[in-house]
């Protein structure tokens, strides 16, 4: 979402739209505006664009991250946790898992 409202600017941008004008209609600060500005002056429209992960790679691949996020949405006490409190170390458990 954040992206297409960025790639969206790019185009206000193009149209000769004001700063404030974009802020008001993309619901964002005229500061997120104004550097949106200076990146798109710079790069064009690629620039706005996410750029992928940098780092270390994830542990987790995608099934296995769906699987931690269905155990959390279940709450804490479906894996035998007292209480229905999802700590870090309860999720980190369930990782482990």
């Known amino acids: 979402m954040a992206e ?3 790639v969206r600017a790019a185009g206000l941008f193009g149209q000769g739209r004001s700063g404030a004008e974009i802020a008001r209609m993309l619901g964002v600060g005229d ?3 104004r550097r949106w500005k200076r ?3 710079e790069g064009g429209t690629d620039a706005l664009r996410r750029s992928p992960a940098t780092g270390r790679p994830p542990k987790l691949d995608d099934a296995q991250v769906e699987q931690v996020r269905t155990a959390l949405e279940q709450g804490a006490q ?3 946790f007292g209480a229905d409190l999802w700590t870090l170390e309860r999720i980190g458990a369930v990782v482990n898992r």
Do not use: D, F, L, Q
């Open 4 to 6: 297409a409202r960025r």
């Open 39 to 41: 990146v798109w002056e």
């Open 78 to 80: 479906t894996p035998g």
């Open 31 to 33: 500061g997120s505006v």
